[in-house]
């Protein structure tokens, strides 16, 4: 049964959507209860979509032609269909945040960092956390599992029930 959480359907959604992003993001959020056993559904999803697609790829021969004239073949990788169908279907599951500029960091080194990645959150899930847990899942012959919610008590205040969700290692 799907929790109302005090808001209407479009605002519900929107709710999961960005908790799920953050948690995805960082590894770990808090917020309430109820919030956290829904994210923890929706995250679910996104992640088994991950590990089952996430080893669909294509390699293809492209004939390169440089400045010079001269030929080359590069080997290029690519989705496949099943994986890139997965991706844009995870890429509307989540809202895509963007990667922060170090503390020390300079311009142009945040630049060369990031001048590859056009999604980094999606990119983050397929590359990462679907290896992961593709393997867990060959370790402990079984899938899902990737959140875990440690509860808090009460907030002050509307005394709702607040808890952490993690992704579990």
Do not use: C, H
Request: glycine share 6%; no cysteine.
């Amino acid at each position: 049964m799907e929790r109302k959480l005090g808001v209407n359907a479009t605002q519900r959604i929107a709710l999961i959507k960005n908790q799920a992003s953050a948690l995805l993001w960082n590894g770990r959020i808090e917020t309430t209860e109820a919030r956290a056993k829904e994210v923890a559904a929706y995250v679910a999803k996104i992640i088994t979509l991950a590990v089952n697609t996430y080893a669909d790829t294509v390699e293809a021969e492209v004939k390169v032609v440089d400045a010079k004239g001269k030929e080359t073949t590069k080997t290029l990788v690519k989705d496949g269909v099943k994986k890139l169908n997965a991706r844009r279907k995870i890429m509307s599951m989540v809202n895509d945040l963007q990667e922060v500029k170090g503390f020390k960091e300079s311009k142009p080194d945040f630049k060369k960092r990031t001048k590859a990645i056009k999604y980094p959150l999606i990119e983050k899930i397929f590359d990462e956390y679907a290896p992961k847990y593709a393997a867990r899942k060959e370790e402990k012959g079984q899938g899902g599992g990737y959140t875990r919610i440690y509860k808090l008590g009460f907030r002050r205040g509307d005394a709702a029930e607040v808890a952490i969700i993690e992704l579990v290692d």
